[in-house]
């Protein structure tokens, strides 16, 4: 089965200060995993994706994400928040046997970045 | 123009009238997706062409009906809608459908079914 979970839907900090958008995941299968970000009125662009590499990646913007098999976790980081930041994020998984992939978003998380 | 684009950014429209979204991707990917983003509510994927060819359709009522002429354009043609349809509406598009699910993501269109 195939899930994903945000564990806070809102996320306010100061800015430049850290930011911890977490991530749990459930996947039957070796995932890939992804953030991406939704300015207002924006589509969605993509942060930074996992794709059984380096456990550590980093993304666009100064942020990066682990990915911990053990915690099947993937939390968004970003060492000081940027006013720009405020934005909702969103942590996707992927899998599936052979060629099909089955794509789940997570509910989102709000980042409210206050000066 | 590049990237993926959607026309209109902003439909109003009644519960008996016609009308269809169009998206246009200048990536040269050979997969398209329709989503629908409500408030409070995850991401839907409703429909998924690669190759121009359906491949996936997320029980999504047949008042939605989706249309790809060639692997740049994806339509969704709207009839008979009801309020609850309100929502945002994003194209996306990707290299391919089999493999890493990277997606490139239009600005979506706001639809308010009144």
């Known amino acids: 089965a195939q899930s994903v979970t945000q564990l806070d839907s809102h996320v306010s900090v100061s800015e430049g200060t850290p930011v911890l958008l977490r991530c749990n995941y459930s996947s039957s299968y070796s995932p890939s995993l992804f953030w991406y970000v939704q300015h207002p009125n924006k589509g969605l662009q993509l942060l930074l994706k996992?794709?059984?590499?380096?456990?550590l990646v980093k993304g666009i913007n100064g942020f990066e994400a682990e990915f911990k098999k053990s915690e099947t976790s993937f939390h968004l980081t970003k060492p000081s928040a940027h006013m720009s930041d405020a934005a909702e994020y969103f942590c996707v998984v992927s899998d599936g046997p052979g060629g099909y992939q089955k794509v789940t978003f997570g509910t989102g998380t709000k980042l409210q970045v206050i000066p | 123009e590049t990237g993926v684009t959607q026309t209109p950014r902003h439909l109003v429209m009644g519960m008996t009238n016609k009308k269809s979204l169009k998206c246009e991707q200048h990536l040269g990917h050979n997969a398209m997706y329709w989503y629908k983003q409500s408030a409070k509510k995850p991401l839907e994927l409703m429909f998924v062409y690669s190759l121009e060819e359906r491949v996936e359709n997320n029980s999504v009522p047949s008042r939605f009906s989706p249309e790809c002429p060639n692997s740049s354009h994806l339509f969704l043609h709207l009839h008979t809608l009801q309020p609850e349809d309100s929502a945002l509406y994003l194209c996306?598009?990707?290299?391919?459908?089999?493999?890493?699910?990277?997606?490139?993501f239009g600005p979506g269109t706001r639809l308010t079914v009144t």
């Open positions: 996306a598009s990707s290299q391919d459908r089999g493999r890493v699910f990277e997606q490139y």
């Open positions: 996992y794709t059984s590499a380096a456990t």
